[in-house]
């Protein structure tokens, strides 16, 4: 039993974490996007009110408006947190290991002689915080890494650069 519990801490110690700012970014992306439809019901729902559309009903929308309401309280305060929690990522010389989940927690190891390249992205919020999203590309999918510092992420795209050069020869 003891050896389950060190060889499991051993197992988290080993990932590395997102940096703390991705939070925020991610609450700041969740808030565009779901604001919109909660703004859009609550509009049409008192738009409705005032106009007498019977097709409508004022407790209608107002059970939808509160419905968008609680889904964008959650998906900015909770989700952003959780995923956090969840997700990890780990570099070796043979494989990149990954970590992600909201309810399904999936583990995947990419090795280096699949890796075909290496990309940096940041969008207008990413770069708010001055956070990138690193991707490893394969044949068969691309693996993210988002919510790195910059300047960390550039470190990582040169390193599994390398490593999966390394691991062609």
């Known amino acids: 039993m003891e050896f389950t519990e060190t060889n499991e801490s051993r197992k988290e110690d080993r990932f590395r974490r997102l940096h703390p700012d991705w939070i925020a970014a991610s609450r700041l992306g969740s808030a565009y996007f779901y604001a919109i439809p909660l703004l859009i019901s609550a509009a049409l729902t008192v738009f409705a009110a005032m106009r007498d559309w019977n097709w409508l009903p004022l407790w209608a929308g107002s059970l939808v408006t509160i419905g968008f309401a609680l889904l964008f309280v959650f998906a900015v305060f909770r989700i952003p947190v959780i995923l956090y929690n969840r997700f990890g990522f780990a570099v070796f010389e043979e494989e990149v290991e990954i970590r992600k989940g909201l309810f399904f927690i999936t583990e995947t190891l990419i090795p280096m002689t699949k890796v075909q390249h290496v990309e940096l992205e940041s969008?207008?919020?990413?770069?708010?915080?001055?956070?990138?999203?690193?991707?490893?590309?394969?044949?068969?999918?691309?693996?993210?890494?988002?919510?790195?510092?910059?300047?960390?992420?550039?470190?990582?795209?040169?390193?599994?650069?390398?490593?999966?050069?390394?691991?062609?020869?």
Request: hydrophobic letters at 35%; charged letters at 35%.
């Open 123 to 169: 969008g207008p919020i990413l770069r708010k915080y001055k956070l990138a999203e690193l991707k490893i590309v394969t044949a068969a999918t691309t693996h993210r890494i988002a919510g790195l510092k910059t300047e960390e992420a550039e470190s990582l795209k040169q390193t599994i650069g390398e490593l999966a050069r390394r691991t062609e020869e």
